[in-house]
């Protein structure tokens, strides 16, 4: 079974940091992209950050550039995003995504990972 | 990058059809044939729906069509039923960022 299932989530201080993990199984790990989308609380999705299956390209939104790093490991076969400076903004659920093999569209998402960022 | 405009609700009876439009710009929607469309239940993980504009994944029902005109794309639901009551977003790539998603349109099943 295709699955993606996040961790790392918590509660943190503004200005602190937090490692958010996404553990893969069912696919080629490689062969994929994979995104971080976040959902405030009562709010839409928000695209966050794109890693392809090599590790490069890698792409931030701005709200989070500079501050937020994604990476992926090959023999975990886990998807990272480490977060610092965090605002009360970056209060949300995150959820990893595969990206659509050979098109466009997220095809595969966690459950999600829920971030609070708040002293 | 501003996220897409969706209209915040729309509603429907059983059996009925409904379409939910998604309004970018020249810069996204317009100009690629990249808009894909997600449905979330409350407290679930968004789910892909339409892909590439018009494209089902395999599993999802064929109530389910994708269009686009110009700036603006369309997710329609045809034979309206209970379990499509939740949220829907579009999303499109962009020049800038890889992916802008939609403000979200809350379905409901009167």
């Known amino acids: 079974e295709v699955q993606l299932v996040e961790s790392g989530g918590g509660l943190v201080q503004p200005g602190g940091s937090l490692r958010l993990s996404c553990a893969a199984s069912g696919f080629t790990f490689s062969t994929y992209s994979l995104n971080w989308v976040r959902q405030a609380p009562g709010r839409g999705l928000e695209w966050v950050s794109y890693?392809?299956?090599?590790?490069?390209?890698?792409y931030y939104a701005d709200s989070v550039k500079g501050r937020f790093t994604i990476s992926r490991d090959y023999a975990t076969n886990s998807l990272y995003l480490q977060m610092n400076s965090l605002r009360a903004e970056d209060t949300a659920v995150y959820y990893c995504?595969?990206?659509?093999?050979?098109?466009?569209?997220?095809?595969?998402w966690g459950q999600g990972t829920t971030v609070t960022v708040s002293s | 990058q501003s996220a897409l405009t969706q209209p915040a609700s729309v509603s429907g009876s059983p059996g009925q059809s409904i379409t939910i439009s998604c309004t970018g710009t020249s810069s996204d929607v317009g100009a690629y044939n990249y808009v894909s469309w997600y449905q979330q239940h409350p407290g679930k993980a968004p789910k892909l729906m339409i892909y590439?504009?018009?494209n089902r994944p395999s599993g999802v029902s064929n109530r389910f069509s994708g269009s686009k005109s110009g700036n603006t794309a369309s997710l329609t639901i045809s034979g309206l039923q209970a379990e499509d009551e939740a949220d829907y977003y579009c999303s499109s790539y962009t020049s800038i960022i890889t992916y802008v998603f939609g403000t979200g349109t809350k379905v409901t099943v009167l």
């Open positions: 890693i392809s299956g090599s590790s490069s390209p890698k």
């Open positions: 590439e504009v018009s």
């Open positions: 995504a595969r990206g659509l093999y050979g098109g466009y569209g997220l095809d595969v």
